[in-house]
């Protein structure tokens, strides 16, 4: 399936493009308070948020991968970006989100969290998600309980690049 276009009362999650590169590094991806928690590094260079981008793009067509970019219908600009990818180790997709430091407690990531769900539950058939947030980041739990998801156990992640480790605590929903 192509990655559709979801849309929520104030956001449309849109494929990314290579495009946005400019955007999204200089809303979010450059920014170490957004990168803190998230597995991926703060970017150092728009260079990098392309090459992000590229394999962003590249997945449209995979029915195991899912990227948007966030726009901010108000504004007309992304804000940020969110993803579902299959985990090998689970058999599930998981879930994740990250928006721009300046849009932090609206509510936003709760209705991104919110289209992902409903997206996978009436789209794709799911009847269970995962999801995590790093332990120092209760506010991406609350967004996690917000939408339906149970907390299950700690974990850990590695970064991407396998220089942090980061300390998650796990959430799982399941559909009846």
Same mark, same amino acid.
């Given at each position: 399936?192509?990655?559709?276009?979801?849309?929520?009362?104030?956001?449309?999650?849109?494929?990314?493009?290579?495009?946005?590169?400019?955007?999204?590094?200089?809303?979010w991806?450059?920014?170490?308070?957004?990168?803190?928690y998230?597995?991926?590094?703060?970017?150092?260079?728009?260079?990098?948020?392309k090459?992000w981008?590229t394999?962003a793009?590249?997945?449209i067509?995979?029915?195991?991968?899912y990227?948007?970019?966030i726009?901010?219908?108000?504004?007309?600009?992304?804000?940020?970006s969110?993803?579902?990818y299959?985990? &090998?180790?689970? +058999?599930?997709?998981? @879930?994740?989100?990250?928006?721009m %430091? !300046?849009?932090?407690?609206?509510?936003l990531?709760? *209705?991104?969290?919110?289209?992902?769900?409903?997206?996978?539950? &009436?789209?794709? +058939?799911?009847?269970? @998600?995962?999801?995590?947030?790093? %332990? !120092?980041?209760?506010?991406?739990g609350?967004?996690? *309980?917000k939408?339906?998801?149970?907390?299950?156990?700690?974990?850990?992640?590695?970064?991407?690049?396998?220089?942090?480790?980061?300390?998650?605590?796990?959430?799982?929903?399941?559909?009846?």
């Amino acid at each position: 399936m192509i990655t559709p276009r979801l849309e929520t009362e104030r956001l449309i999650l849109r494929p990314l493009k290579i495009t946005d590169a400019q955007v999204a590094y200089d809303n979010w991806t450059s920014d170490p308070d957004v990168s803190k928690y998230m597995r991926w590094n703060t970017n150092k260079s728009v260079e990098e948020t392309k090459t992000w981008l590229t394999g962003a793009s590249a997945s449209i067509h995979s029915d195991k991968a899912y990227d948007w970019g966030i726009e901010l219908k108000e504004i007309d600009e992304l804000i940020g970006s969110s993803a579902m990818y299959v985990r &090998n180790d689970e +058999g599930v997709f998981e @879930l994740g989100y990250c928006i721009m %430091k !300046k849009y932090w407690g609206m509510g936003l990531a709760t *209705e991104v969290a919110q289209a992902m769900v409903n997206f996978a539950i &009436n789209e794709l +058939g799911q009847k269970k @998600l995962f999801a995590v947030h790093e %332990k !120092k980041n209760p506010a991406s739990g609350k967004v996690l *309980e917000k939408v339906g998801f149970i907390y299950q156990s700690d974990g850990t992640d590695k970064s991407f690049d396998g220089t942090r480790t980061l300390i998650n605590r796990e959430y799982i929903l399941t559909v009846e």
